[in-house]
């Protein structure tokens, strides 16, 4: 059964899309960007906004009961890939081993012009 996940603690969708579908076993979360739920407004700076992603999506995470421990798969899109070594430095403060498999990808242009977006699957 396909069950919706919807939280105040993260940014509210801003399109026909769902923060997160629970399929049981698998939940898959939506791309979050660095907005901060309480304010509307974008994080600055990218060590920032990466925190503030992975805080966004540790909110999606807990609504569904789970946790970074759980996911399985990160994709992460930036705009540029001369930010990649402070995104893991930041990225890294949120997981512990055995880390999750990930994909970065340098993107032209992201909502909101922001300079990262993360999705992520988890694994009951």
């Known amino acids: 059964m396909v069950k919706a996940i919807q939280t105040d603690q993260a940014p509210q969708a801003i399109g026909p ?5 629970d399929l049981g076993d698998l ?5 979050q960007i660095p907005m901060i739920p309480e304010t509307g407004e974008i994080a600055e700076g990218i060590e920032e906004q990466t925190t503030q992603v992975m805080k966004n999506i540790g909110a999606v995470l807990e609504e ?10 990160f ?21 512990t081993e055995p880390y999750p498999a990930r994909a ?3 993107v032209s242009r992201l909502p ?13």
């Open 17 to 21: 899309y769902s923060q997160a579908i």
């Open 27 to 31: 939940v898959f979360v939506s791309g």
């Open 64 to 73: 569904a009961n789970l946790s970074f421990t759980n996911v399985v798969k």
């Open 75 to 95: 994709t992460i899109y930036i705009t540029n890939m001369d930010d990649f070594a402070t995104i893991n430095e930041a990225y890294a403060k949120f997981l």
């Open 104 to 106: 970065t990808v340098e």
């Open 112 to 124: 909101k012009d922001v300079s990262i977006e993360m999705d992520v699957i988890a694994k009951r």
